[in-house]
Every structure is written in C-alpha cells, then in structure tokens.
C-alpha cells in the first residue's frame, strides 16, 4: 500500500468482503476510496458499514449520488441521519430550496432560503445561491444586485463565480449584465466577452441541486484548507467532483490538496483530465505548472507554459505564467521578456488593475538579470499607477538601499511600505536592514526581531538578524540566528551563512 491510494482501497475492500464483521477494516476501506476517488467502490463499500458509524464523507457521497439520481428526498434523509461523525442537517436547507427550484417552484426555493436561521454554518452562502435561483427562474434585475454583492467578498473564487454569473444572465436572456458582471475579471476576460457576445455559455452555470451542492462543499473545503484546520479535506473535494464532474474549480483544489501530500502524480492526472477548452483552464495551469515546479520538473513546467502562449488567445496570464516559470529556471532575461508581453497584452485590452503587479514581476526579473536601470524604470512605471503598492514601494526602497542610491528617500519608502501592510514579515524586515544600513543598529535589531517572530522561517530575515546582532556584539545570539537561517537557507544565502559560523562576519561574506 505504500503511497498507492487506489490499490490500498481495493486491498482493503477485498480484505472486509473477507471479513463482514469487521468495521473498521470497512471504514479504512471506504475511506481510502474516497480519498482515491474511487466512487463506485465506495458506494459499494457502504452497506459494510452501520449508517450510524458512516464517516461525513462517506455520508455525503450518499447524498451526491441520490442527488445525481434526482432524488432529493433520500439525499435529505442522509443528511437528516445521525452519525458518529457530526451533523449535517446544516445542509437540508441548500437542498430543499434547489429541490423546489428545479421544479420551478421558484418563491418556495427562495422562502427556504429565506428562513434558515443566522447560525446555520451554510449562512455565509444563503445570498449566493438566492442570486443563482433568481438567474435560473429569469429574474436577473433582482440578481444582480446579489451577485455583486458576492463577487465583492469571493476572494479566490472570483473568477469562477464571475463566469457562473455570466452565464445566468446569459440563460436568463440578459447578455448586457453578463458582459457586465465579468469587467474587471482580469485573466481570461477577453475570452469570455468573446463568447457571451457570441451568445455562447462558459460551461461554468450553477443552475442545478448536483452542481449547487458541488459548489458548497467546493467552497467549505478551501475554507477549511485556508484556515488549516485538521486534515487537508480531500475526501470533501472527491465528493464535489462527484457531484458535478464538471468542476474544474474542485479539480485545481483537489490537485494541490494532492500535491501537499506528495500525491504529485495523482494530482497532475487529475489536472490533465480537465477538459482543454474548459473556461477555467487558465487557472488549472497554473496548478500544473507550480506542481512541476515545486517538484523541480522545471522543464516539464515551461512545456505546460509555453505551449498555452503559442495560443491566438494567449492572454496576459498565460505570458505571466510563462515568465514565472522562467524565473524558476533562473532564465532571467527571457522571464523579463515574457512579463514584457504580458504587459503590452494588459494594456492593449485595458486590464489595468493586473498593470502593477506585471510591472513588479518584470522589474524582479530583469533586476535578477542585472539591468537595474530598466527594472528601476518599471518600479517606477508601477509606483505611477500604484503609488500607495507596499510591495512595490518595499522592492524600490529596499533595490535603492543595496546600491547606495537615495539613501534618505529609499528608507522613507520602506517606512510608508511597513505603515502600509505593518504584518507582512519581508517588509518589516526590509525596514530592519535600512536601519542597519544607515547605522541605527539598535533600531534595527529591534525590528528585525520582529520580522522574526512573523515569520521565523525566513532564512533571509534570520540572516540579517544574525549580521546585525554579530555587529553588536551580541555573538552567542548571531550564531543562533544564522543556525536558524540555515534551516531553509539555499544558494547564496546558504554560503554566506555557513561562512559565518564558521569564520564570523566578514564584508566577503556579509548580506547584500
């Protein structure tokens, strides 16, 4: 069984028809399926098992597969159910209302929604899936206030929901609040203007029960992942592409799910069973290609790449993509050039609020290419159209300080960087070496410190910590910090750090 999920399900389910009294064999069995996505053996594995002792994903697979049965009914009796394992008649509500909505029974859908009290966990989403019902009974002039709401607190799931909505109002015969609820969506815009002018969907419509519930158990599973409670929800994720095998928003969380758990070959197949033309596939690249390079497949990472810019409708993220991938391989000129097109792509179709952030890549990309003037001109093309960026102020204060170059006016823009975003650790720690550069060591150890403690893993802060430290005398402690560096520490900075303990500071080997 060893790391082969599939196999350890089917060994393991051979093992409980052996052995029918045996539970718990049975419920390690069925969840190993799940986890693999081996749904039809976990469906058979169920009767092994008593309803009361079924785990949550197990009983949530019933639930989808009754859903997908269009019996609504049966899935509320699942959800009704008590078990060991927590209640989920939370979600008796969702389906309830997209029961009656699929019957066009559309005032009794809404009056569900609208009676489900403020603590049911499925709150947060009730004025969601109200627009969705609104969009599927051709209501649109009353959903679009709802999905605007939405779309202003969907952080990662803008995009997808942008498109759903889009394609609401298309169905409900409103193409002029379809163009208008994806303005401003960034990648991917071009093309879906594109197709809603055509008259064509995005495939991303949640106008069902299966795809609703898809959808829910979709977002409370990057919830869960966000806030990092308790095991990474893979079985939760296997059940919402189970539900609607057309979730590619389920796939690209499931495949990072995956990789977390060095699962990295599962979790490319699953990306490479998103359809090629899906909408969403901008977003499954980048899944892919930060799978392969995080595992070092550097260059099976810029064939993924590559290839999505060789495309008539190459976009702005696809040449971002690129250039990232470029970066990796330490390709700096090229990355430098690819952010370059992506620039010119972002300007031409007037996507200006992704302007900032390629002027930043494309400066790291040629500062790392050692053109400081052209990258010191894109900061400063950046900071124009962004002059309150704190990551953009940081990186042109901090660039400024290494070379000596408006000293005064370098540590005022990190100072208005740390004011600006007061807990991001490489600010704070880029204000704790202007310091030190400008000779208030005191000061800087001080705030060094305190970028340690936000982020202790940060061999680069360590570093400057233990050089600032050593200066003061304060060597027992700079040892400390330059072992705690070297946790994490690679090329350069690893150098340095071992030369340091092994020898003390020296300009030779002193931080940049």
Do not use: C
């Not at 008796?92 to 005032?107: E, H, S």
């Not at 009676?115 to 709150?123: F, I």
């Not at 660039?399 to 540590?411: F, P, V």
């Amino acid at each position: 069984m060893s790391g082969n999920h599939a196999q350890a399900a089917e060994l393991l389910a051979a093992l409980a028809e052996t052995q029918p009294g045996q539970v718990e064999i049975a419920r390690k069995a069925l969840a190993e399926a799940i986890g693999a996505g081996q749904m039809e053996l976990a469906l058979n594995l169920v009767r092994n098992v008593p309803a009361a002792s079924l785990p949550t994903d197990a009983r949530l697979l019933l639930v989808a597969a009754e859903l997908r049965r269009g019996r609504p009914e049966r899935a509320n009796s699942w959800l009704a159910a008590k078990g060991e394992n927590g209640d989920l008649s939370f979600l008796t509500p969702l389906v309830t209302a997209w029961a009656a909505a699929d019957r066009n029974q559309f005032d009794q859908a809404i009056s569900t929604l609208d009676s489900m009290g403020t603590t049911n966990l499925l709150g947060p989403m009730a004025t969601e899936e109200r627009a969705f019902i609104l969009l599927k009974a051709r209501r649109p002039a009353e959903a679009e206030p709802l999905a605007r709401h939405v779309l202003g607190n969907a952080g990662a799931r803008e995009q997808r929901l942008r498109l759903a909505f889009a394609d609401g109002f298309l169905a409900a015969g409103d193409r002029q609040r379809a163009l208008m609820i994806i303005e401003g969506m960034g990648a991917g815009e071009a093309a879906a203007r594109q197709r809603i002018q055509s008259g064509r969907s995005s495939g991303q419509a949640i106008d069902s029960l299966p795809k609703a519930f898809s959808e829910v158990l979709t977002a409370f599973a990057a919830d869960l992942t966000r806030l990092q409670r308790g095991a990474p929800p893979i079985g939760l994720v296997q059940v919402a592409r189970f539900a609607n095998p057309q979730n590619s928003s389920a796939s690209t969380l499931l495949a990072l799910l995956l990789a977390g758990q060095d699962r990295t070959e599962e979790a490319l197949a699953v990306l490479r069973a998103v359809p090629a033309n899906d909408a969403l596939m901008s977003q499954v690249r980048d899944v892919q290609t930060r799978i392969l390079t995080d595992g070092k497949r550097l260059n099976e990472a810029y064939q993924v790449a590559a290839s999505a810019t060789g495309s008539a409708n190459a976009d702005a993220a696809d040449f971002s993509r690129l250039g990232d991938v470029l970066q990796s391989m330490k390709r700096h000129p090229q990355a430098a050039d690819a952010y370059g097109r992506a620039i010119s792509i972002a300007q031409a179709r007037n996507q200006n609020s992704l302007l900032w952030t390629l002027l930043l890549l494309r400066a790291a990309a040629l500062e790392d290419a050692n053109r400081w003037p052209e990258a010191r001109a894109a900061l400063q093309q950046g900071l124009a159209l962004a002059p309150e960026q704190p990551l953009l102020l940081n990186f042109m204060g901090y660039a400024q300080l290494e070379r000596g170059e408006n000293l005064d006016a370098a540590e005022a823009m990190i100072q208005k960087a740390s004011e600006l975003a007061p807990e991001d650790a490489s600010i704070t720690d880029s204000l704790g070496w202007a310091q030190y550069k400008r000779g208030k060591v005191g000061e800087a150890i001080a705030t060094l410190q305190k970028a340690a403690e936000k982020d202790p893993d940060q061999a680069e802060i360590q570093e400057h910590l233990g050089d600032a430290l050593y200066i003061s005398g304060r060597r027992y402690e700079a040892r400390f910090a330059w072992n705690a560096a070297l946790v994490t520490a690679e090329d350069d900075i690893a150098t340095r750090v071992k030369a340091k303990l092994a020898g003390g500071l020296t300009p030779a080997n002193a931080a940049p």
